[in-house]
């Protein structure tokens, strides 16, 4: 706490006319409310008399970040009431890294011809203080590494490592000659521990094509409106890039019938009347979305009453929504191209030796069964995936190809590959050998990495590679009555800071295990990515890792060496688990 105190108090020196904003790591010692709209408040001071057009900037930057929780009455009285009128602070916010301060400087600009003519003597230097500006208007620009951008629906965007941030600040002098803002860009600035304080980390969760499974769609609300911001998010639907895959059963038009109440651990929601129109099932899916949403952001509410012009509605008939439907499996194990499974540090054959006989598998992926798994596996020659059915040693040719990538099973227990070099479609068969190719345009010519389908079944990630550069795709999958997939959405980029990657795994319903590196050159690490955040390194890989696999979370990340060790998250540490392996699977 002392030293939150310290900070603020740097903070209020800085709008005072300190020369840069301070660093802001130490915000990290409040542990607010997630939940409770308005638990903090960081707080500024306005313009004071005679600041200098770089004071008058870093106080409006710091002001306007410290805005986010109320009405940026405070930013705004470092704007001329023009610019205070017109600026809309809540269109986005740019994020920068906390090493970084706010050192705003004077455009240059090239003179006209009379002025050159008539410039000053070359030996006299000009003035470096922009408040010497004889014209009472000067120009300043703030310069800042990126680290992402958030949206006003709350859609975060990571910025590449190269990104920038550049701003301009157009500032006159008033009829009391003090330096005011007249015209700056829509939105915020600010640090990226700012940030963490004022916005939460909020998935909202909407239905499959099933209703069966939920599948997350990530945001970030501001701290002080926390509640009222996620349920107009929920009552809005899914990202646009979601729409095709996820959709809500809260009726469109629905609105909040007053502030929700909070009681200790309990909330309760009113909403205005659409929804009783719908019947008892389609309410228990709608009831189910809004409590899993504000029971799952870090948030200390463990209940949620949900009902409708103060009729309570009927949850039921609706089963609790999985958004990462994953149980507990054993790894499995490729073994001179045969699928088995790890148990006891050793690789235990999978299926029977007549069926060993008709596989030679050199990549492996393994169905969501819990008994009796499906096998895909990729041929030596990279042409042919095949199924192997662990019950009945069926052996089944799925896809034909002529450079194949590893497969993916769904929860479905259809398989997913694409050829390395894409053709613009990836390739899904069913476990009986029905094909269906999905048009990809986004996919042309890249070469294809990895692919793999989030544990619900409703995105698939890509990694590929496009004129020697790295990204990272997610897609909505499309799929019919039957669940049959039958197209992709326009993707979304994630993981933008990668300079080079080669494995991944869903880890969550909203982040993946990748193996790879932020800088070309440095040592590969395995990250978590967002889908919709920012990403963080989880831990150096096993000496040797050249693939991985994961369950849910980080600790379950299981890795394999070119030499064939397979080693699992021991705490901080890695430990071998079997050694002679080819390839390591969970399912997925």
């Known amino acids: 706490m002392k030293r939150f105190l310290c900070l603020i108090c740097a903070l209020a020196l800085a709008v005072a006319g300190c020369g840069t904003l301070p660093r802001s790591g130490a915000v990290k010692e409040v542990s607010p409310s997630p939940t409770r709209d308005g638990s903090i408040s960081l707080g500024a001071a306005p313009p004071v008399v005679g600041a200098s057009p770089e004071q008058i900037v870093q106080g409006f930057l710091l002001a306007a970040a410290a805005g986010i929780d109320g009405e940026f009455a405070v930013a705004r009285q470092f704007l001329t009431n023009s610019a205070a009128e017109h600026w809309n602070p809540r269109s986005q916010v740019r994020v920068y890294p906390d090493n970084q301060n706010v050192d705003p400087t004077e455009k240059q600009t090239a003179p006209s011809g009379d002025e050159a003519d008539e410039g000053e003597d070359p030996g006299e230097e000009e003035s470096p203080t922009p408040s010497a500006a004889p014209s009472g208007r000067v120009v300043l ?70 209703s069966h499974y939920a599948i997350t769609d990530l945001r970030w609300y501001p701290r002080s409106t926390f509640t009222a911001s996620t349920l107009q998010g929920l009552f809005a639907g899914p990202a646009d890039w979601l729409k095709d895959a996820a959709h809500s059963a809260i009726p469109r038009g629905t609105q909040l019938n007053g502030a929700p109440a909070i009681d200790g651990t309990k909330m309760s929601v009113d909403l205005t009347a659409e929804i009783l129109t719908e019947d008892a099932s389609i309410q228990a899916l709608a009831v189910a979305q809004i409590q899993k949403t504000l029971t799952t952001a870090g948030s200390e509410i463990q209940t949620v009453e949900v009902t409708a012009m103060g009729t309570p509605l009927d949850a039921t008939s609706g089963s609790e929504l999985e958004a990462f439907p994953f149980g507990s499996y054993p790894v499995a194990a490729l073994t001179q191209g045969n699928p088995g499974y790890i148990e006891n540090d050793r690789a235990i054959p999978a299926i029977s030796r007549r069926a060993a006989e008709l596989v030679d598998f050199r990549r492996l992926a393994v169905s969501y069964a819990d008994e009796s798994p499906l096998y895909a596996g990729l041929s030596m020659d990279g042409t042919t995936i095949s199924a192997v059915a662990a019950a009945t040693d069926a052996v089944t040719t799925l896809i034909r190809g002529t450079s194949l990538l590893e497969p993916s099973v769904d929860h479905f227990d259809w398989t997913w590959t694409s050829e390395s070099t894409n053709p613009g479609s990836v390739s899904v068969a069913s476990a009986s050998g029905q094909l269906v190719t999905l048009t990809s345009p986004w996919l042309r010519s890249a070469k294809i990495r990895d692919i793999r389908v989030s544990r619900e079944g409703g995105r698939l990630a890509v990694l590929a590679e496009t004129g020697g550069t790295i990204h990272l ?116």
């Open 473 to 588: 795709y997610v897609a909505a999958i499309v799929r019919d009555g039957a669940n049959t997939p039958v197209g992709l959405g326009e993707p979304i980029e994630v993981g933008q800071r990668l300079s080079d990657a080669t494995s991944m795994a869903w880890i969550s319903s909203t982040e993946l295990a990748v193996l790879g590196r932020t800088v070309s050159g440095a040592d590969t690490s395995i990250y978590a990515i967002s889908i919709g955040g920012p990403m963080s390194r989880i831990t150096n890989p096993f000496a040797g890792t050249v693939r991985l696999t994961a369950g849910r979370g980080p600790q379950s990340i299981v890795v394999v060496t070119e030499s064939g060790t397979a080693a699992s998250r021991n705490g901080g540490a890695w430990r071998t688990i079997a050694s002679g392996v080819e390839d390591v699977a969970f399912p997925g």
């Open 141 to 210: 620009t703030v310069s800042l590494s990126s680290i992402g951008t958030l949206d006003d629906r709350g859609q975060y965007v990571e910025s590449s490592s190269d990104a920038v941030i550049n701003t301009e600040f157009t500032l006159e002098q008033n009829e009391r000659d003090e330096w005011r803002i007249a015209a700056l860009d829509d939105g915020t600035i600010m640090s990226e521990h700012f940030f963490a304080q004022s916005f939460v980390r909020t998935p909202l969760y909407f239905l499959d094509n099933s």
